[in-house]
């Protein structure tokens, strides 16, 4: 009963690495999206995926890549980190695109980039 | 521990109370909405929905309240725990988007 799991829980970067933050979920869920958290920002989309092979951006897009290879993995790509990227991510997912979804959460990638 | 807490409307309650923590959401046309609770070091975990039809919805301890004339939705917790310490979302979903927009949260402090 794993549901949204997230890899790995801590990275500390250096400006300008790259990285790829890991998100599987084992509930067959077609929707699957990343959020960053930052101190009295809430959440904010980065990128979401309706079903494997469609992804599409959110409201802070850039920087970051997604791909949709499989229903279960949503991994996020950072190109060249940068210390604005400093957050914390969080996987989420749920059964269908259309509206009217709870969406289930990983417990989060805390990242930090130096 | 992480900082997500800061700068946070805060509300606080002693064991046994009933709290009610507000939020205010931006678009008239949000069909849905959640609460969720997000504990130190976790990720956010759903409590209860509501769909624009209703006005009112009930879970085990909670209440989820919707006004649309004033886009105002509220969360009441019936005796209050302190395992109910936690930051509180709420969030909305636009019709015809697959996306949900969060408000910045609540911290609920319950002390015993």
């Known amino acids: 009963n794993a549901g949204v799991t997230q890899t790995p829980k801590f990275q500390v970067l250096k400006t300008g690495q790259s990285m790829t933050l890991q998100c599987a979920q084992d509930?067959?869920?077609?929707?699957m999206s990343w959020y960053r958290q930052d101190p009295g920002m809430g959440l904010r989309l980065i990128h979401y995926?309706?079903?494997?092979?469609?992804?599409d951006q959110g409201e802070v897009p850039n920087g970051y890549n997604v791909s949709r290879s499989t229903t279960e993995d949503f991994p996020l790509r950072l190109l060249s980190a940068a210390p604005s990227q400093t957050s914390v991510y969080f996987c989420?997912?749920?059964?269908?695109?259309?509206?009217?979804?709870?969406?289930?959460f990983g417990d989060g990638t805390r990242l930090s980039i130096l | 521990g992480e900082s997500v807490g800061l700068h946070l409307p805060t509300l606080s309650v002693q064991e046994g109370d009933n709290s009610i923590i507000n939020c205010a959401y931006s678009?008239?046309?949000?069909?849905?909405f959640i609460w969720y609770k997000q504990e130190s070091g976790k990720g956010p975990q759903f409590i209860i929905d509501?769909?624009?039809?209703?006005d009112k919805r009930q879970g085990q301890r909670v209440t989820v309240l919707l006004n649309k004339t004033v886009k105002h939705l509220s969360l009441q917790i019936a005796a209050t725990q302190p395992g109910d310490s936690a930051v509180y979302f709420c969030?909305?979903?636009?019709?015809?988007?697959?996306?949900?927009?969060f408000g910045k949260g609540t911290m609920l402090l319950v002390s015993p």
């Open positions: 989420a997912s749920s059964r269908t695109g259309y509206s009217n979804q709870p969406q289930h």
């Open positions: 509930m067959n869920h077609e929707y």
């Open positions: 995926s309706v079903g494997a092979g469609i992804t």
């Open positions: 678009n008239s046309a949000s069909d849905y």
């Open positions: 509501i769909r624009s039809n209703m």
């Open positions: 969030a909305e979903n636009p019709p015809g988007y697959s996306t949900l927009t």
